[in-house]
């Protein structure tokens, strides 16, 4: 499923590499190593921090990550991950791409992403792939939404759920209020990534909205024993990301 156009005039560039193993199961997992390109990227730029993919039960093949922005002064939006499909000869069967899930990454900060491929013959033909992430310098956003993250848990389906509050602590409205979890397993690998909305989406000041984030997919959520909720808005980022932390049997 393709992510809504965005302007392309990229600045960085960097490349990670992913192999799967073949397996029988629904659920493969796969790690990706890193390296940056010379040349533009310099000491900045944005990095595949670690990647894994799955196929769901409906045959559909997910690749879930976490970039981030390696610059040490510039903001970044447009942040856009690119990914080379290949079957296990080798062979080029396609490509899709996403946008980080928070719209403007301040130095050193961290996006989840999640691409989708929904060809359904394509998918059952995947066995490795290649990321490609780049960016854009962008002004920095004010840090004005505040998160207070509450409960996460596990639910007797197996779904992963984590809830909470975010407050518009600006002196305008934000818009599109947009709360993004990176879910990690015991190694430190994402496993996951979601993004929801606040309810209602526009916040305006001193508004207080609630959040529920799930990962639907179970065989997934059973492997999260952490997560990092982070928020940001047209108009603002947030104060502070919130780590989660979660024991994988714990279900209520």
């Not at 962008?138 to 996460?152: F, H, I, M, Q, Y």
């Not at 990176?182 to 508004?207: C, H, M, R, W």
């Not at 639907?216 to 999260?224: D, N, R, S």
């Not at 940001?232 to 947030?238: A, D, P, R, W």
Request: proline residues 4%; charged residues 15%.
């Amino acid at each position: 499923m393709k992510s809504r156009a965005k302007p392309d005039s990229i600045i960085f560039l960097v490349f990670s590499a992913v192999v799967l193993t073949t397996s029988s199961i629904i659920f493969q997992y796969g790690y990706s190593q890193t390296t940056t390109t010379s040349g533009s990227a310099g000491v900045g730029g944005i990095s595949v921090l670690s990647s894994s993919s799955f196929r769901d039960d409906t045959g559909a093949y997910h690749i879930v990550g976490e970039v981030k922005n390696n610059s040490p002064t510039d903001s970044m939006n447009h942040v856009k991950i690119l990914s080379t499909l290949y079957d296990k000869n080798g062979r080029v069967i396609g490509t899709d791409f996403t946008y980080a899930d928070i719209d403007v990454l301040r130095p050193a900060e961290k996006s989840p992403f999640k691409i989708i491929l929904i060809d359904l013959r394509q998918s059952q033909k995947v066995s490795s792939y290649k990321l490609y992430a780049s960016g854009q310098k962008t002004e920095p956003l004010s840090a004005s939404l505040k998160l207070n993250v509450g409960d996460s848990h596990l639910d007797a389906i197996g779904a992963y759920h984590v809830v909470g509050e975010v407050t518009n602590q600006g002196n305008q409205k934000s818009t599109y209020v947009k709360v993004s979890g990176a879910f990690y397993n015991s190694s430190g690998s994402v496993v996951a990534a979601e993004f929801i909305y606040s309810d209602p989406k526009d916040l305006e000041p001193g508004q207080t909205a609630p959040f529920e984030l799930i990962v639907t997919h179970a065989a997934t959520a059973g492997k999260i024993t952490s997560a990092l909720v982070n928020v940001g808005s047209t108009q603002y980022s947030s104060i502070s990301s919130q780590a989660v932390q979660i024991s994988p049997n714990t279900v209520s």
